[in-house]
Structures are given as structure tokens and as C-alpha cells.
């Protein structure tokens, strides 16, 4: 350890060597997630409303799919090794 450094930078400046940009890709995890999320949502009710039933299902769909791959994404990421 450099003598300049204090032990909290340190292990701060260690572990984003080991993992860079980690916490922007969790932010960004969970921003795509959240608008996936209320995507979802809004397609959800217009399925329920019974709306051009021919677009809203595959659009529906297609938020789910990113949504669990978001998810996916931020549990790989954080999990425990």
C-alpha cells in the first residue's frame, strides 16, 4: 500500500480495479430495468383494456424479456464469489 494513500482509498481505488465502471453499469441496470418495468406496466393495461391487441402483445413481451435481462444482468453482477 502507498504510504500517501489512506486504507479506505485505497481498498476504494482496489476494488474498481478489480471491477471498473461497476457501479454506472448497476445505474444503468436499473434505469433499463425501472423503464422496462413501467413499459410492461402501460402494456399490461392496454392488453387488459383490449386495445390493438396485435401490437400490445408483442410489445409486451418484448418489455418482459428486457426487463428479465436486466435483472439477470444486475444479479450476475453482484453476486458473491
Known amino acids: 500500500m ?6 479506505e482509498q485505497y481498498a476504494r481505488l ?3 480495479a478489480k471491477a471498473p465502471y ?9 434505469g433499463f430495468g425501472a423503464s422496462a418495468f413501467i413499459g410492461a ?6 392488453l387488459l383494456a383490449g386495445t390493438a391487441q396485435a401490437e ?21 453482477e453482484n453476486r458473491t464469489s
Open 41 to 46: 406496466g402501460i402494456f399490461l393495461l392496454q
Open 14 to 16: 482496489k476494488a474498481e
Open 56 to 76: 400490445t402483445l408483442p410489445n409486451f413481451m418484448l418489455q418482459l424479456g428486457v426487463l428479465a435481462l436486466m435483472v439477470g444482468l444486475f444479479r450476475y
Open 2 to 7: 502507498p504510504d500517501s494513500l489512506e486504507p
Open 22 to 30: 461497476k457501479g454506472l453499469r448497476n445505474f444503468a441496470y436499473l
